[in-house]
Structures are given as structure tokens and as C-alpha cells.
């Protein structure tokens, strides 16, 4: 018997469970090893103690009271949760002890929480194929479909129990996914035939271990035509982006180049060659010419033909701001620099300028002081702002331009010489349009088309009697005075008409006069006054309205619509109500 109770214990011992017995009074009659090990105390010490010293909290003297076990529950021996079933002993009907049967749960818990990061995930990533509009199909290393996302469905116009479980050959037409779980190679943006639609498809085997575990099927494009479309955005919005960049760099560059200098004559063509081999090199330019001629037109073409092209076109007219001023505006400030300074200071135009052109127009006027401080300039290639104590390295190239005789001003003074020197390492000289008069009906014709667009006006061409007057004129105001009678002369005529002489303008009446008639002189001379008076009495009326067009129409007894196009007509502002009327 005593042999039984021993092997009863080993038993006992051998559990991998923690077991505490106690009898009717509470006290310890029996603790097995793993208890011994979970609760931190040898049996030997232990048996003979009231459970409460041992196991604080247990419910062993309950379960005996009540009669009934409680079962699963979570307790706490120490810093280790147990899982425990507190259970009465019965014998011939009677409660004669208890018995604490208990487990470790922490790595039971580790592994639920595991078990939930995993659902979680699982959850997610049904959420996002089920979401997605791309197709997706997984096939097992056995070509089984084991996995399919509704845009696939779609596709294939299937439900999931046509389709899960089955062969993937069975199931999608053309499908190569066995193939690539064969050869292991993938496939990218490839066509498939799939329910009468070329689908672009990419087909992805997936290695472990290296051996291949499944493959993924790609549906990318339900349809090539939607590729096509998508291409055909990309390059719509290539283009904007072109055009975008282009205006930017006008804006911001040189907004003319050599095809904008209008000129067949062997004088334009020739001083065009000069100005296309100079624009490559970077050297200082001069360029010299009668006003109107178009040295801005070629210090711009010169700019946007050379290797700074990319880079900003500055200009500063030098006769145009006041001598007090242009200091600053060349050089910049610093904050505080002088009363009146914005605040942050204020960079100059040459710093603006840097890796591009400055281009300093009617140099020729630049006062004698700021001729010394551009001479240093030249000289060092570097300056600071008015105020500031940095040096500012210049990386520009400068382009001058006037319409003085530089000469004869260094001779009385008015210009530095040695500065002189320095601006004219390259000088182009740019012929008045009295030189190249077989250039005008080219001219015209280019000038023309610009003005039409400008003015919303079509004007078909120039009739060879006003031709045989515009290359009668001396042009002292060349290009842009020709531009401004061609512009005159589309105002104050009809549409789809040709330019007669009566339409040029009174000062062209001196060589107008002996080739008119009688007749036709006194219809020119007609047609100006009418078109003087009409315009005074528009302007009138808007300056009596205080600018309002609705009004000033109204007041002429014009309809709107009228009064707006002779608005255009006459080149009057469009300004709003209250505001100065532009003449
Ligand atoms: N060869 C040309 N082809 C087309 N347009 C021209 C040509 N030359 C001049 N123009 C036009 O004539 C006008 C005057 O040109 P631009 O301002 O370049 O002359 P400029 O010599 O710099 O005049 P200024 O000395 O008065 O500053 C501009 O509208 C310009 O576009």
C-alpha cells in the first residue's frame, strides 16, 4: 500500500501541472514539484501550512463551502499568471479537502496576442486587395488558385467557387502563371487576352528558401486602351509642362531669337552672321544703331544664342531711371542702407543677372559717376550691395546698346574712355531701315500678322500703292515706326481690307500728297478727321462718366458691344470704373 501512495506522488510529481491539495481545515497535505517550482516553495515546508500563507487570495476554502468548483480561472502567483481550477475533494458525500490544479499562461498569452497581430494583418490586407483596382490572382506552386481579389473577378467575370481551388489554366485564358512557377523568370507589362480585351499583365513568382512557393498574377490594365489614354495625358502634359518652361524662360530670359529679326536684305543678313557668331563666344557687346532699329531685339537674340541662354536676361535702361536711383538698382542694398530702404534689402539687377545677361540699354546716358563704378565692375567681376559688407562673385555677360555716338562722347567728355575700350571688345552695328528698304514688304507682312493678333483685327494686306509710299519714306523712326503706322493704320480701318495710302499716317502726307488725286487726298484727309473726332468724343465720354463704359456708351447712343470695339479700335484702356482713362 505504501508502495501505491509512492508511485501515487510520482505520478503526481510527474504532471506538468501545478497541484496543491489541502484538507478539511485548510491546511496542506500535498504539493506537487511544478507547484513547488511556480510557487517558490518545497513541499517539505510547506505541507502542514494553511493554504493562505502560501497561495494568498485562493478560493480552496470556497469551493469546500459552496461545494462547487470554479474552473478557468486567471490567477497570479507572484509575477506569473496561472490558469487554475479550484475544485472540493468529495468522499462518500462529504467534502473532506480541496484541490488547486493550475498552468502557466504568459506564453499562452504571447502567442494569442501574436495570433491577433496576425488576424489583424490578414484583415488589412484583404482590405487593401479587395480595394484595390488592379486585379490580383495567387496561384500555389501546384498552379491551384488559392487566392483571387474582386477586381480579377471582374475581369474575368467569374464568382469565387468557379474559381478558387481550380487550376489556373482551367480558369483564365492565356494564363502563363504555371509556366512561371516552371521557370521561376517573371514577366512585366506583357498583353493577355482575357474577355475580349488586351489586358497588360505582370506575372510575379514568389521564392522562399529558394524554392518557389507561388506565383501572383497582375492584371495593370484592365484594358490597352486605357494605357493608350494614360500615355497620351503624360505626353499632353509633357507638352504643357514645354510650353510652360518655354514662357517661364521668355519671361525670365531673352524673349527674342535670331528668327524673330525679320530681314531677307544682305545688310540684315549680314549683321545677323556677326550677331550669331558673337553670341556663342562669351565677350562684352556693343551694339550700336539709330533708335528703332532693333538692338534690343538683337541683344535678346544674342543672349538666347549663346551658352547663358537657359540663364536670366536682365535690362536696365539707363536713361530711364533717375541718376540718384540707379545705383541701387545695378547694385542693390542691404536693410537700412539709406532712409527709404525696403526691409531685407533688395537685390540689384547685375545680382539678378548672374549666369545670365545684363543687358544695359541707352548706356550711353549712364551719368559719369556710375560710369566709374560699372568700369570696376568690368574690371574685378565682382560687387557688393549699397550698406553691405559681402563681396558678390558675378558670373554675367554684359550687352550695352545705344544710340549715341560713343566717339564723339568720350571726345567732349560725357563718357569714359577707358570704359569705352572695355564695353567695345565686340560692336555691332545695326542699319537704320532707310539701308535696307527691300526688307520693308517682309516686314510688313510678319508686322502685320503680329498687329492683327494683337488687335483682334483682320487685315488682309497692304495695297502696292501704300507699298510704293512705305518705301518712299525715310523711316527716322525705322522698325518701330513702321510697326506704329502699320498698327494706326489696322485701327482705323475696316476689316479684310488692304492698307491704302489714305490709311497711313499724316506724317507720311508729305510723299502721300504728289501721288494722291485731288479726290483721293481729300478722302485721306477725310477718313483722319473722322477718326480724330471719333476717338475725342469716346474719351470724352468716359471721362464725363467717370470711366464707366456702360454709361459713356449709353451717352454716345452706341451699344455696348459697339462701344467696346471701338475701344479696341482706338487702343483706349480698358480700365475700371473711376480709374484714369489710358489715351
Ligand atoms: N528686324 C526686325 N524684325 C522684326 N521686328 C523688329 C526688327 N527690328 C526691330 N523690330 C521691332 O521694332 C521695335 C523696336 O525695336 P527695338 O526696341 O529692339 O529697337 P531699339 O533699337 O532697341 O530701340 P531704342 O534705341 O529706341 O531702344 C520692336 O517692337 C521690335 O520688335
Not at 520693308?440 to 494683337?454: F, H, Y
Request: glycine share 8%.
Amino acid at each position: 500500500m505504501q508502495l501505491m501512495i509512492e508511485d501515487f506522488q510520482a505520478t503526481l510529481n510527474s504532471i506538468n501541472n501545478g497541484i496543491v491539495v489541502v484538507d478539511q481545515k485548510g491546511i496542506i497535505i500535498f504539493m506537487n514539484q511544478w507547484a513547488e517550482m511556480m510557487i517558490g516553495f518545497k513541499s517539505k515546508a510547506a505541507i502542514g501550512c494553511i493554504a493562505d500563507e502560501i497561495l494568498p487570495d485562493n478560493r480552496l476554502i470556497r469551493v469546500m463551502e459552496t461545494g462547487t468548483a470554479e474552473l478557468n480561472q486567471q490567477f497570479q502567483i507572484g509575477a506569473t499568471h496561472v490558469l487554475m481550477n479550484w475544485t472540493p475533494i468529495w468522499k462518500e458525500r462529504r467534502i473532506i479537502g480541496a484541490i488547486a490544479v493550475f498552468q502557466g499562461i504568459t506564453e499562452l498569452s504571447k502567442v494569442a496576442a501574436e495570433l491577433e497581430e496576425v488576424t489583424k494583418l490578414k484583415c488589412t490586407l484583404q482590405y487593401v486587395l479587395e480595394s484595390i483596382e488592379e486585379g490580383i490572382v495567387v496561384v500555389d506552386k501546384e498552379g491551384i488558385i488559392t487566392m483571387m481579389n474582386p477586381a480579377y473577378y471582374a475581369v474575368l467575370d467569374k464568382k469565387p467557387h468557379e474559381v478558387i481551388g481550380r487550376k489556373v489554366t482551367d480558369v483564365i485564358p492565356n494564363t502563363q502563371l504555371h509556366e512561371v512557377i516552371e521557370n521561376r523568370k517573371g514577366e512585366m507589362n506583357v498583353i493577355q487576352k482575357m474577355n475580349g480585351n488586351n489586358c497588360i499583365v505582370s506575372r510575379i513568382p514568389i521564392v522562399k528558401n529558394d524554392e518557389v512557393i507561388c506565383a501572383v498574377g497582375h492584371v495593370v490594365f484592365k484594358d490597352i486602351k486605357d494605357l493608350k489614354r494614360l500615355a497620351n495625358e503624360i505626353s499632353h502634359l509633357q507638352y504643357e509642362l514645354e510650353y510652360y518652361k518655354e514662357r517661364l524662360r521668355k519671361t525670365l530670359g531673352g524673349k527674342y531669337t535670331f528668327e524673330d529679326i525679320i530681314g531677307e536684305s544682305k545688310t540684315i543678313e549680314e549683321v545677323k552672321h556677326i550677331a550669331q557668331k558673337t553670341a556663342k563666344g562669351g565677350s562684352t557687346v556693343l551694339i550700336l544703331g539709330e533708335s528703332g532699329t532693333g538692338k534690343e531685339l538683337f541683344a535678346h537674340a544674342i543672349h538666347n544664342g549663346g551658352s547663358r541662354c537657359q540663364g536670366p536676361f536682365i535690362k536696365v535702361n539707363c536713361a530711364a531711371i533717375p541718376e540718384n536711383l540707379l545705383e541701387s538698382e545695378l547694385f542693390g542694398y542691404e536693410e537700412g542702407a539709406f532712409s527709404g530702404a525696403r526691409k531685407g534689402g533688395k537685390p540689384g539687377k547685375m545680382e539678378l543677372a548672374n549666369g545670365g545677361t545684363l543687358f544695359l540699354d541707352e548706356v550711353g546716358d549712364m551719368p559719369l559717376g556710375m560710369q566709374v563704378k560699372l568700369l570696376r565692375v568690368l574690371q574685378e567681376w565682382e560687387i557688393e550691395r549699397i550698406g553691405g559688407t559681402k563681396t558678390i562673385k558675378l558670373d554675367i555677360r554684359v550687352i550695352t546698346a545705344t544710340n549715341k555716338d560713343l566717339e564723339v562722347l568720350t571726345v567732349s567728355g560725357h563718357f569714359r574712355q577707358d570704359l569705352y575700350y572695355r564695353l567695345n571688345i565686340v560692336s555691332i552695328q545695326i542699319p537704320p531701315l532707310r539701308d535696307h528698304k527691300e526688307d520693308i514688304p517682309l516686314l510688313c507682312e510678319v508686322l502685320l500678322r503680329k498687329i492683327s493678333l494683337k488687335l483682334e483685327r483682320f487685315v488682309d494686306c497692304i495695297s502696292p500703292e501704300a507699298m510704293k509710299v512705305l518705301k518712299a519714306y525715310s523711316w527716322p523712326g525705322n522698325i518701330r515706326e513702321l510697326e506704329n503706322i502699320l498698327e494706326r493704320s489696322v485701327n482705323i480701318m475696316e476689316d479684310g481690307i488692304s492698307i491704302l495710302p489714305e490709311h497711313l499716317a499724316p506724317i507720311m502726307k508729305k510723299i502721300l500728297k504728289p501721288q494722291l488725286s485731288e479726290k483721293e487726298s481729300t478722302r485721306a484727309e477725310l477718313v483722319e478727321i473722322r477718326y480724330e473726332a471719333e476717338k475725342n468724343a469716346i474719351l470724352k465720354a468716359l471721362e464725363d462718366t467717370g470711366g464707366n463704359k456702360s454709361k459713356a456708351a449709353l451717352l454716345l447712343h452706341v451699344n455696348r458691344s459697339v462701344f467696346y470695339e471701338k475701344l479696341k479700335k482706338y487702343g483706349i484702356g480698358y480700365n475700371s470704373p473711376g480709374k484714369n482713362v489710358k489715351r
